[in-house]
């Protein structure tokens, strides 16, 4: 898929615009993520694939320009398979990166991965023929790749998947000295270990993730104090849950709350840290089975969250439908249980959904109720 090609699918002129091959780099970047948000906007995951298989293929030799824009600056015809690593280039990576970002809550993993992934692979391969503070830069870029890449097949319920795309990124963030992404990769790998049951461990990598003590990570230290005391809770440890939790609070009152310093891998992944807060205190009152403060906690966090937050609106949403249970009201589970099954279908979210099977279980001793049946047979329907 050429430059042209990708604009003519979807439906944006290039009349007058030199080829992709020819374009200065600050032009190049610009005019690609012009389409590339027209792309996100109209949530067209095909252009996207198309369109980041195209990003790994070799630079042609650059055409004549055509003569309405021959007076164009043009460079050099290029023939080396990686492009050349520049400002510009970095530049609309991060960009790039900061709208999947934004795509994630409202398309989820199955719209999103093939760009990410064909994005990171290039970035490997770029990677190899670059050396210097460069190859740091790009190595920092990719890092994010990498983990939005793990973050994803975690999201669409690929463990396997996971755990390789976060031990690249935790590689690209060591070798590129990027202390914050290298503790905000092992916070990922913390909640990977809570999905799987494993308290302890998750607490253990979590703790780990706030070692550097350097202001850059205050925020990142916040979030991860946050995960640790969630992986407390799993264990069922209440008293380590409350402590890590009264960090959490003390970091984001040092600063951790505060606007995100430049660069910084929690930047756009999350809402208000402080709202954040409340949705792991939620969390950590479910899993220590202290029922009304689950219920009370989680529908205060749904009449908060922001509605760009759609897909995690699923997730809590499934949360709640557990705390019912837990306080032994089936039905008021499954009207919410309902709720988080459409969008956990239109955002492709497994984990969500895998959520709301385990529900099921629980809702077990009033399997004869109509709200229970009618969830059962909704689950049915998708694999």
Known sequence: MTFDDFAAHLGVSTRGVTKWESQPDAELAMRTQQLLDVALKRADGDALARFAQFLQEPAQPAPEPPAEVSAAPVLPPRTVAPRRVTPDLLQFLRRSLRDHYTADNLLGPRALLPAITAHADTIEQMARETSGQPLDDLLRVGAGYAEFAGWLHQ????AE?????????LEWAEAGQDDRMAGFVLTRRAVQAISARNGAHAARLASAAQRDRGPETLRIR????QTEALGYAVHGDGGEADRALDLAETLLDDGGAGTPLEGDPSDGRYCDLRLYLSISRA???LELGR????VSAFTTVLNTLPPDYHRDRGQYLSRLAQAYVLAGSP???????EESFAIAVTTGSSRTLNDLRNLLGQLRPWASFPAVAKLRDLLTTVP
Not at 155 to 158: F, I, L, Q, R, V
Not at 161 to 169: L, Q, S, V
Not at 331 to 337: I, L, M, P, R, V
């Open 155 to 158: 999201d669409a319920g690929d």
């Open 161 to 169: 998947g996971a755990t390789a795309w976060y031990r690249r990124a």
């Open 222 to 225: 916040a979030i991860a104090a």
């Open 283 to 285: 969390k950590c009152h």
């Open 291 to 294: 029922a009304s403060a689950a």
């Open 331 to 337: 039905e008021e589970a499954c009207a919410c249980a």
